[in-house]
């Protein structure tokens, strides 16, 4: 089982205070209108208009 990516669509901040910008590449766990995101251990409560799922690149269909 791949594991779900996503890049944030604009500016969070983490549980640390940290803030991470748009593009910043993230762990997803959970499905609906909000999910949990992870930065290096850093947890993110994201609404799904936050983010963006994306495709890890060794999971990419080769054509």
């Not at 944030?8 to 959970?30: C, E, K, N």
């Not at 993110?44 to 080769?62: K, N, V």
């Amino acid at each position: 089982m791949s594991r779900r990516l996503g890049v944030l669509l604009v500016p969070v901040s983490g549980l640390s205070g940290t803030s991470y910008p748009a593009g910043t590449q993230v762990a997803i766990r959970g499905t609906g209108g909000s999910v949990d995101g992870f930065v290096g251990g850093d947890w993110l409560p994201l609404a799904w208009w936050e983010f963006a799922d994306t495709q890890p690149a060794e999971d990419t269909p080769h054509t």
